[in-house]
C-alpha cells in the first residue's frame, strides 16, 4: 500500500484544513505525480493554487468554482479536469468538502486528451463531458470508500483505466523536458533544443502539447514554483539551489507572485494550505519524480 504524506493532523484528524499526498503504484510512476486527499472543515476555502500539473479531481458537497489568472472561470463539478496551468489559480469552495484526486504527468495527460492536450491549458472542464454518467460511478464509488486506503485502490484502478485512451506518449522527449527542467535551477530553451536534436518550433509545438507551455513559460514555471516551495518550507534559495536563477528582488517577486500566488515575504509564513502542499510534496522525495517533490 502506498505511504501518505500527510499534513499533521492525520489523514483521519479534524483540523480546518488537511491535505494528505500519496505516491503512485509503481506501473502508473510514468502517468500520475500523486494523488492526494484533502478534508476541508470550513464553511468556505479561498485559496491560490500554484501553477500546476494538469489534475483529475473528485470534488463532494461541490459548490465553488476556479478562477484562472485571465478572469474565466470554471464552475466546480463532482468530477473535474483541471488543465496544466501558467498561472496562480484561485480556488473556492462555498462549504466543507471532500477532495480526492491525481496529477497527471504529460505522458498521462496526453493519453488522457489526445489532440485535446494542449486546448485545456489555464481551463478546466466538467469530466461527465468526456466520460460521460460513468463517471458518477466512480465518485460515488469514493465517497462510499470507508478508508483512504480503500480511496487510493479506486484511484489507481481509475487511472489505469483511464490513462490508455489514446496514444503513448513519446517518452524519450518528455524523460529529456523533465531532465532539462531539473538538471538547471533556470533552464535555457537552446539546451533543450540541442538535447532533442529538433527544430525549435517542433520543440515548442510539442511541449505546448504535453506540458500545456512553450518552452520559454515551462522554464519560468518550474524555476518559480521551486523557489516558492523551497522559501513556504523555510529553506534559503542558496540551499534549493536557486540563488542565481533571478535577475533581482523585483524579478523574483514578481515571478513567484505569478506563479505561486503569494510574495516572497508571504511564503515565510505560510498559510496551512501552502504548508501542508509544499512539506507534503517534499516528503514524497525518492518515490516521485523530482519534477513533483520539489515543486
Not at 138 to 157: D, M, P, S
Amino acid at each position: 500500500m502506498s505511504q501518505p504524506s500527510s499534513s499533521p493532523a492525520g489523514v483521519d484528524g479534524n483540523a480546518p484544513f488537511e491535505l494528505h499526498y500519496f505516491p503512485p503504484d509503481p506501473d502508473l510512476a510514468e502517468m500520475v505525480s500523486s494523488f492526494y486527499f484533502a478534508r476541508l472543515n470550513m464553511p468556505r476555502f479561498d485559496e491560490y493554487e500554484r501553477a500546476d500539473r494538469p489534475q483529475f479531481r473528485f470534488v463532494t458537497d461541490a459548490d465553488g468554482e476556479y478562477v484562472f489568472e485571465d478572469g474565466h472561470r470554471s464552475t466546480v463539478c463532482r468530477a473535474n479536469i483541471i488543465g496544466p496551468t501558467s498561472a496562480r489559480v484561485r480556488a473556492i469552495s462555498n462549504c466543507p468538502a471532500q477532495l480526492f484526486g491525481f496529477g497527471m504527468l504529460p505522458a498521462g495527460w496526453a493519453t488522457l486528451m489526445g489532440d485535446d492536450a494542449d486546448k485545456l491549458t489555464d481551463r478546466a472542464m466538467d469530466a461527465a463531458d468526456l466520460f460521460g454518467p460513468w463517471i458518477n460511478e466512480v465518485a460515488i464509488a469514493l465517497e462510499k470508500a470507508a478508508t483512504v486506503e480503500e480511496k487510493l485502490v479506486i484511484g489507481n484502478n481509475f487511472a489505469r483505466e483511464v490513462l490508455k485512451r489514446n496514444e503513448p506518449a513519446p517518452m524519450w522527449f518528455i524523460r529529456t523536458v523533465d531532465g532539462w527542467l531539473t538538471e538547471s535551477p533556470s533552464p535555457q530553451v537552446p539546451e533543450l533544443v540541442e538535447a532533442t536534436g529538433m527544430s525549435i518550433r517542433s520543440v515548442e509545438r510539442m511541449t505546448k502539447h504535453y506540458y500545456g507551455l512553450s518552452p520559454r513559460m515551462l522554464a519560468r514555471k518550474y524555476r518559480a514554483v521551486r523557489a516558492a516551495s523551497a522559501l513556504a518550507r523555510g529553506e534559503g534559495l542558496d540551499a534549493a539551489q536557486l540563488g542565481d536563477a533571478f535577475y533581482d528582488q523585483s524579478h523574483l517577486i514578481r515571478e513567484i507572485k505569478r506563479f505561486a500566488g503569494a510574495t516572497p515575504g508571504q511564503l515565510g509564513k505560510p498559510t496551512t494550505y501552502t504548508e501542508a502542499t509544499t512539506k507534503g510534496r517534499k516528503q514524497l522525495a525518492g518515490k516521485v519524480s523530482p519534477l513533483v517533490s520539489e515543486t
